[in-house]
């Protein structure tokens, strides 16, 4: 079992920031992680991922050049720093792992609101 806890989401104007994070606990491994996110009525979509040793990171094309995925293996987190945010980006931001080819894993996280205003 791994367990996965988000935080960092709220509200914010269009074109502000906000930084998410990911804290993974239990059996935990090398795996690839990422983020996705779900807006009511719409289907559960990629944003990004990011390989164990942080070398190799993918985003989908809605979030690229406005977020950055990052991750700190010695505290067991992993972020994703949101910004000129929009009001389509309003979501639940969900963490996961494991992330392959943009397909996500079985471990998930409870989800955090993310609410942009125009």
């Known amino acids: 079992q791994v367990t996965l806890v988000e935080s960092g989401g709220g509200l914010v104007q269009a074109g502000g920031s906000l930084r998410l994070s990911c804290l993974a606990s239990g059996r935990t491994g090398a795996y690839p992680m990422g983020w996705f996110r779900q807006a009511p009525g719409k289907e559960r979509e990629f944003v990004a991922a990011?390989?164990?040793?942080?070398?190799?990171?993918d985003y989908a094309d809605f979030v690229k050049g406005r977020f950055t995925i990052s991750r700190d293996n010695a505290k067991n987190t992993m972020s994703l720093q949101m910004n000129s945010l929009k009001p389509d980006d309003t979501a639940a931001y969900y963490c996961?792992?494991?992330?392959?080819?943009?397909?996500?894993?079985?471990?998930w996280g409870q989800g955090t609101q993310v609410t942009v205003s125009s």
């Open positions: 990011i390989s164990y040793n942080g070398a190799s990171t």
């Open positions: 996961n792992a494991p992330v392959i080819a943009t397909l996500s894993g079985r471990y």
